[in-house]
């Protein structure tokens, strides 16, 4: 059942990515409501499945790399939705939908999670910990995706080189607009999401810190961030400056949520979630 | 056979001086559709007179005499010998009379191709005939089908999308930068004719706050005046600097009115919010360097020169689908004037029909007296409806067959199968 319901979703979202990338090559309105509204069904069937998920497991399904993929996939895919209705962006999904299906097709590629779950991951603290971080990161990956969209928009205004994307693209105003709001919301998404995590290990493993790598990293990448938005509420930093620092946040992101697992080990990482008895 | 001849002059035949001593009389369009009026030999016409074209367009069943007649109605109007601006012609018939006018609508055959004021200009001279009324079925459904043409063309094609004058340019940059303008400050730097037409597209795409400069106050004053703006004096641009979002500049100065040094000092201030220079000025008024400043654009009088070549180069290229448009169109237009032909055939056919009913229901009128009203009424609609339904189809088969060349055959043979032609006496002679 599992399969299935993430073989659809991935069939969807595939098909939307299709959609989004004909309509910013051909610009024409029903393309993309063709598109937006198949990237909702992939969604709402993604959501069916995760809750499929949730209901066997009776954890957050993101205990390891397929399922983390998979529900940060789905996390973005909700943001740019919400996005959507706030801002009317249709040009957003035509970069949005590919890296979310990107994100899919790797997690599509890796073997299923064998085994039972161990009872210390059923825990309503951690699907708090894990939603709201992973809301956070999917806002930043927005925040990430208008900055490029900024960045070669301002090339061309800048540079007076108007190539096929000057028209597609919307306005600089409206991107920094993108960038800004995602960046706060984000923002608040991750702290919550670090402060809950905490008090689930302070539920789980008796501490609320442990100098874990993932925790560190976790630390710098908030603390990157808070940069940012700082520079941002008080200098005023914004356009290219905030676009170059806010990709720069969203690679320390990357590397927290993918390299330091990989490489460095600890008990966040999804080798140990799996295989120790016990943390 | 009735043709469609279009015969006029645009500014590629012709030239302005030309142009302007026909449009003239023409713009009284109503004394020129009399005279359409009173050629026998045109069936419909139409004038269309703007500043890049004069044209007369008409229907006739001798296209060679009543051009001949339309010229020296053209010479007689514009007060000049027919010799002197015959050769300036340009004559189209039929299907090219057709897409010409489609052409036309949709601004191919315009200076600016794509401008959006000649299907307005087109819009009058049709509605003018219409009061005049010289249009007829051909002309009514010909000009629709125009207007229908320039609507496709601007929904389907980007041709009237990118800017192709220097303040729309502007615009549209401004808007790419600052996506609204409503809450925008614009300052003007000195005067001239195209800075201000730019402020006016400014302003209606919502700006409302306006500052004017310049080297005399008075002048700043009287500028201030024609966009209801603030003038302040030249000393107070630096000042200026920190509170306005766009920068118009069009001085006769020699050297630089705003500096790198002077912007730098205020990006700071202004919390880096986006400044946009648009310097007109020849030699420029905005030191180029300006534009390395981060949120800081400047653009020349060149750089919008050549946004405007390349838009006009995209327009070009948008043009070819116009074109598929207006072909497509012209053949559907060919399509419908051909079933013109089998119009008055089906016409005595439904009449023939009708004229028996009639008959029928007279014969049997004692028969029918006892009936109450509603029961004659459906007695009446019955009988239509069997003969609506048994002529349905011929009536289709002739319709279906209007664009072929065996068409007058299946005409005859129509006619003498239902004796159309004989016909009409009998009934005259009934009744």
Redo the contacts between chains.
């Keep these: 059942m599992s399969i299935l319901w993430f073989n659809t979703a991935l069939f969807f979202e595939l098909l939307a990515t299709a959609g989004f990338i004909v309509y910013i090559i051909k610009q024409q309105k029903p393309v993309f409501k063709f598109s937006y509204w198949i990237l909702v069904v992939g969604f709402i069937f993604h959501t069916i499945f995760l809750a499929y998920r949730y209901s066997i497991l009776e954890a957050a399904p993101v205990l390891n790399l397929k399922s983390a993929l998979s529900f940060f996939s789905w996390s973005i895919i909700c943001a740019y939705l919400l996005f959507h209705i706030k801002f009317n962006l249709r040009i957003l999904g035509s970069f949005v939908a590919p890296f979310a299906s990107f994100l899919m097709i790797i997690s599509s590629a890796m073997p299923w999670m064998n085994g039972h779950i161990k009872p210390v991951f059923k825990s309503l603290w951690l699907t708090i910990h894990v939603v709201t971080v992973f809301m956070g990161d999917a806002l930043f990956a927005i925040a990430f995706l208008a900055a490029i969209m900024y960045l070669i928009?301002e090339y061309s205004?800048?540079h007076?080189k108007?190539g096929s994307f000057?028209?597609r693209l919307?306005?600089?105003?409206?991107l920094d607009g993108i960038n800004y709001y995602s960046l706060i919301y984000g923002f608040s998404f991750l702290t919550i999401g670090m402060i809950t995590g905490s008090i689930y290990a302070q539920f789980a493993f008796g501490t609320y810190w442990q100098w874990d790598p993932k925790e560190v990293w976790s630390l710098v990448t908030w603390l990157c961030y808070a940069a940012l938005l700082h520079e941002r509420l008080t200098?005023?930093?914004?356009?290219?400056?905030a676009a170059i620092m806010s990709i720069v946040c969203f690679g320390v992101l990357i590397f927290t949520f993918l390299g330091v697992s990989h490489w460095m080990g600890g008990y966040h990482s999804f080798e140990n979630i799996g295989a120790r008895g016990a943390l | 056979m009735i043709k469609i001849v279009n015969i006029g002059m645009n500014h590629e035949t012709a030239t302005v001086e030309l142009r302007e001593s026909l449009a003239s009389e023409y713009k009284n369009n109503s004394r020129t559709l009399a005279s359409i009026r009173e050629i026998d030999l045109i069936e419909e016409g139409l004038f269309i007179s703007t500043c890049n074209r004069v044209e007369a367009l008409f229907t006739t069943v001798n296209a060679l005499e009543a051009k001949k007649l339309i010229i020296s109605l053209m010479s007689r109007l514009g007060n000049i010998p027919e010799n002197s601006f015959s050769s300036n012609l340009y004559t189209y018939e039929d299907m090219d009379a057709v897409r010409h006018i489609f052409r036309v609508a949709c601004s191919l055959d315009s200076m600016v191709v794509g401008e959006p004021q000649i299907l307005g200009q087109i819009k009058e001279a049709y509605a003018q005939s219409v009061k005049g009324k010289t249009s007829g079925v051909i002309l009514n459904r010909l000009m629709h089908r125009s207007f229908h043409v320039a609507k496709r063309s601007r929904t389907e094609t980007d041709i009237c999308e990118a800017a192709v004058s220097i303040s729309y340019a502007a615009v549209e940059l401004a808007k790419k930068i600052f996506h609204v303008l409503d809450d925008k400050k614009v300052l003007l730097i000195g005067a001239g004719e195209m800075s201000e037409l730019t402020a006016k597209h400014l302003m209606s795409q919502g700006v409302h706050s306006i500052v004017v400069a310049n080297r005399t106050f008075e002048r700043a004053v009287q500028v201030a005046k024609l966009f209801k703006a603030q003038p302040v004096s030249f000393e107070e641009i630096e000042d200026q600097l920190l509170e306005v979002d766009i920068v118009l500049t069009s001085t006769a100065s020699s050297g630089y009115i705003i500096t790198y040094d002077h912007v730098k000092n205020c990006l700071r201030k202004r919390r880096n919010r986006p400044l946009f220079f648009i310097d007109i000025a020849v030699p420029r008024d905005v030191q180029p360097e300006i534009n390395n400043l981060s949120n800081v654009y400047v653009y020349n009088i060149d750089d919008l020169r050549g946004i405007i070549d390349l838009n006009k180069k995209q327009r070009q290229q948008e043009a070819i689908k116009v074109e598929r448009i207006v072909q497509e169109e012209v053949v559907k237009f060919e399509k419908w004037l051909k079933t013109l032909e089998v119009v008055p055939t089906i016409v005595s056919l439904r009449e023939k029909a009708d004229a028996i009913i009639q008959a029928e229901i007279r014969k049997s009128k004692p028969a029918l007296s006892s009936l109450s009203p509603s029961e004659k009424q459906a007695i009446k609609k019955l009988t239509f409806s069997i003969s609506e339904k048994i002529l349905n189809d011929p009536i289709l088969f002739l319709k279906r067959k209007a664009d072929r060349p065996s068409l007058n055959s299946f005409l005859d043979v129509t006619k003498q199968l239902f004796n159309l032609d004989q016909n009409k006496g009998n009934i005259d002679n009934e009744d």
């Design positions: 928009q205004i800048k007076k108007f000057y028209n919307p306005s600089l105003a409206t200098v005023g930093w914004r356009g290219r400056r």
